[in-house]
């Protein structure tokens, strides 16, 4: 089979850009052929994959995407495919990967009536209409329950056209080799004598909460607060606001910003506890990756994975509406608790279900699926 794959943007401490790179080496494995469409590729690129950087200027993110997919429409109008895969929300697509979430849902309570008329509100609402609405026929691989039932509530897609994923861990990010030894190793290389670890990890510091991971940071007590260390892990073009912050809150020999890792396994193995207080997460794969390497976790209930936290027993679930203080209160009783080797065991045992690591697999097994029930003419395959 043949597809095509687009993707606005490839850089390699993304969630999303990692789950697309996972499905592309799963369909080469198989025997697809996948020509890649990006506007920008950072990183080591997969020998032998044909990739097509179609540069997109313009000063705004919705401006260069809407030409980036402009450029695409027109490149892949001259070749033929079996199924077109979208891993951002566009339209024209055969098969959309669903990592976001919905965009209206989120806007429509936070702006009042005047953004609604903005190129920014009109280019996402456009995109992500032309994929969900319930006279669109773009079948839509969906990561959360949770937020299939948001985009249904906004746009009325039958359930027909969703197809469920597993958790999107790679099981690369399971631990390997002596944990207590990595852990030790790891602790001693980072300069830490016996501090508690907070690691915050993700792009997007806005959607993710940093915000409130510093307030809750300043909130502790004094004592507790000079021997914890607030790691914050990710590579975002907002540091420089959540730097002044902590220089407001003169956190600074206690918060570090170390950028984009690509020890993140190791990181999690020598930490004591992820915070992850977010403000809207589809899925939030950092919390199960966290879980599975014996890391507490604290969490909004809006992230889709936050349920893991839950099965495994491995950490404390926020719920909404949010509270700072909640998170607060939340943040000390984590550190300080005697339970702490419980929900790190109880996440490494978590991790051992083989059923976590299946989603490369099933997608591009339904992107398969796909292409034989359109070539016969049959219905999208989906959930019914």
């Avoid at 209206?104 to 009536?113: D, E, H, Q």
């Avoid at 399971?174 to 990890?201: C, P, S, T, V, W």
Wanted: glycine share 8%; hydrophobic share 35%; charged share 20%.
């Amino acid at each position: 089979m043949r597809f095509a794959f687009a993707l606005y943007n490839y850089f390699p401490y993304s969630g999303l850009a990692r789950d697309f790179l996972r499905i592309l080496l799963e369909a080469v494995e198989r025997g697809h052929s996948v020509e890649v469409y990006v506007s920008a590729w950072q990183g080591e690129r997969p020998q032998g994959i044909n990739i097509h950087i179609l540069n997109a200027h313009g000063i705004t993110n919705h401006g260069r995407n809407a030409q980036f997919h402009r450029k695409f429409r027109k490149a892949i109008s001259k070749e033929r495919f079996d199924a077109i895969v979208g891993f951002n929300k566009m339209p024209g697509l055969d098969i959309y990967y669903g990592a976001d979430y919905c965009y209206v849902a989120r806007a429509k309570p936070r702006y009042g009536p005047v953004y609604r008329i903005t190129p920014r509100y009109h280019y996402q609402h456009a995109f992500e209409h032309s994929v969900f609405h319930a006279h669109q026929d773009t079948t839509i691989f969906s990561l959360s329950p949770r937020e299939m039932g948001v985009y249904q509530q906004h746009y009325g897609t039958p359930k027909s056209r969703f197809v469920m994923m597993p958790p999107t861990l790679d099981v690369a990010r399971r631990l390997q080799g002596d944990y207590e030894k990595i852990r030790r190793e790891k602790r001693k290389a980072l300069g830490l004598n016996g501090e508690h670890l907070m690691l915050f990890i993700g792009s997007g510091f806005k959607t993710k909460g940093l915000d409130r991971v510093i307030m809750a940071m300043h909130s502790l007590p004094e004592k507790l607060k000079s021997h914890t260390r607030l790691f914050i892990v990710g590579q975002d073009n907002t540091t420089r606001t959540y730097q002044r912050q902590v220089d407001n809150y003169r956190l600074n020999d206690q918060v570090s910003f170390l950028g984009g890792r690509d020890d993140v396994p190791e990181l999690m193995i020598a930490g004591d506890l992820l915070i992850h207080p977010a403000y809207s997460e589809n899925t939030g794969t950092v919390i199960l990756e966290a879980i599975i390497s014996g890391l507490p976790v604290i969490a909004t209930d809006v992230c889709g994975y936050a349920p893991h936290i839950d099965k495994a027993n491995a950490g404390l679930i926020l719920q909404s509406p949010f509270e700072q203080e909640q998170l607060n209160r939340g943040l000390v009783t984590m550190l300080t608790s005697d339970k702490r080797s419980i929900w790190r065991n109880n996440g490494l045992e978590y991790g051992k279900n083989p059923g976590l690591y299946k989603m490369p697999e099933t997608a591009v097994s339904a992107m398969e699926s796909w292409v034989h029930a359109h070539a016969e003419g049959d219905t999208v395959p989906g959930q019914n």
